[in-house]
């Protein structure tokens, strides 16, 4: 049971002197049993043991010749000495691929950088379960891309309770310009992944880093976009916008901030060339919008949210364009007056960037079609790193 109580009070700004209006919010709870433990959070809590126990559950192939590939390994350890999962997810050699395996694209994921942001972990549980599921649209995903999945890239800090830093004490999503392996090893070594992918010329279609947002409704996606205007980088955050009811268009922004230019989104765009680097932020609270409007979000909204976006990336390869036409009018009335209307809302990005960067594992690269059969030189956890990773 709780009470509570909203107000205003003003309080002087230190920098300024003047008086600026803040809201608080108090409570009381009272507890039914006597010498009972009980827990306050705030939010969903998603724990590290929680994601290892849903990896360690998911589907895996029966036989070498069977339609689908998954291969779970370790990217990094953490500072503690935490390992940190690493998946690759495709159809099998052994299937009748749409596209060879040689020429998929690729699609890179990452949660988690921000430990608070538990939301965030819920969507790629999702992702996760769909992509292994015998949905059809599952199916044609696995043979037109090559997923290469980090869910946490902070375990650290979920462990040991951090809303936002790693052991370090750093917003790891702010250290993608120069990671150090010591001090930072999941970001340098994301980062070496992806620009091993660049550097052997492999298609990357997207980078998506999950986020959780505690300020703003719905979930919606932080982009880049260059002096050129408005490109590529705008379908796939389109067409989300129409597939999916928690998603808005309006709250979508693709400016380059100063401030996010060492962040993953703005590194693998203007470093890397990824035109589709994005982060996607997941509201803590409900929808202002469509049918879910006024709606507190459960974890089957996250849920939903993570199999929403398999299916915008099939229309991504398949008919974004047949699609947006079709659905021209419901973009073109965003247009004009929410996408400028969430541009202005001046909140800063609170849990933003965190997709993908540069260096190199020709060995992790190698293990997105490696068959069952490995030889220790090609053994996908001997990972050697070019010397001049942080330079990239």
């Not at 059809?136 to 869910?151: G, M, N, S, W």
């Not at 976009?225 to 989300?240: K, S, T, W, Y």
């Not at 060492?262 to 929808?287: F, H, I």
Request: with cysteine; hydrophobic share 35%; proline share 5%.
């Amino acid at each position: 049971q709780s009470q509570r109580q909203k107000g205003a009070s003003k309080l002087s700004t230190p920098s300024t002197g003047s008086s600026a209006l803040f809201n608080t919010l108090s409570f009381s709870l009272t507890f039914p049993y006597s010498n009972d433990t009980c827990y306050l959070a705030y939010h969903f809590p998603y724990t590290y043991t929680r994601m290892m126990h849903h990896l360690n559950h998911l589907p895996v192939p029966p036989s070498p010749s069977s339609s689908f590939y998954v291969h779970q390994q370790t990217l990094c350890h953490t500072l503690s000495g935490n390992p940190v999962p690493l998946l690759t997810i495709t159809a099998s050699a052994h299937s009748s691929p749409i596209t060879p395996l040689n020429d998929r694209r690729y699609v890179i994921l990452t949660s988690r950088v921000h430990p608070g942001e538990s939301n965030s972990s819920l969507v790629m549980e999702g992702v996760l379960d769909f992509l292994l599921s015998e949905e059809e649209t599952a199916r044609q995903l696995r043979q037109i891309y090559i997923f290469k999945i980090v869910p946490m890239l902070n375990p650290d800090g979920v462990i040991n309770g951090s809303h936002r830093c790693s052991l370090s004490g750093e917003d790891l999503n702010r250290r993608w310009i120069k990671p150090d392996p010591h001090l930072y090893p999941t970001i340098y070594n994301t980062k070496a992944l992806i620009a091993s992918l660049v550097a052997h010329q492999k298609h990357i279609s997207l980078i998506c880093d999950f986020h959780g947002h505690s300020r703003r409704k719905n979930v919606f996606i932080f982009g880049c976009q260059g002096l050129e205007g408005a490109g590529q980088e705008e379908v796939f955050p389109r067409l989300l916008s129409v597939l999916a009811p928690a998603f808005s268009w309006k709250n979508c922004r693709f400016d380059v901030e100063k401030s996010k230019e060492a962040t993953a989104r703005v590194v693998c765009w203007q470093r890397l060339g990824v035109t589709c680097s994005y982060t996607m932020e997941s509201t803590y609270c409900g929808a202002d919008q469509g049918k879910y409007k006024g709606i507190q979000f459960s974890q089957y909204h996250y849920h939903e949210m993570g199999r929403i976006f398999c299916s915008g990336l099939l229309h991504l390869a398949t008919d974004a364009e047949e699609l947006l036409k079709t659905s021209a009018a419901l973009i073109q009335e965003d247009d004009a007056d929410d996408v400028e209307e969430g541009r202005e809302q001046g909140e800063e990005e609170d849990d933003e960037v965190a997709d993908l960067t540069e260096g190199a594992s020709a060995d992790l690269l190698a293990d997105a079609v490696e068959s069952d059969s490995k030889s220790e030189e090609d053994d996908p956890d001997n990972h050697q790193f070019p010397e001049d990773l942080a330079d990239v």
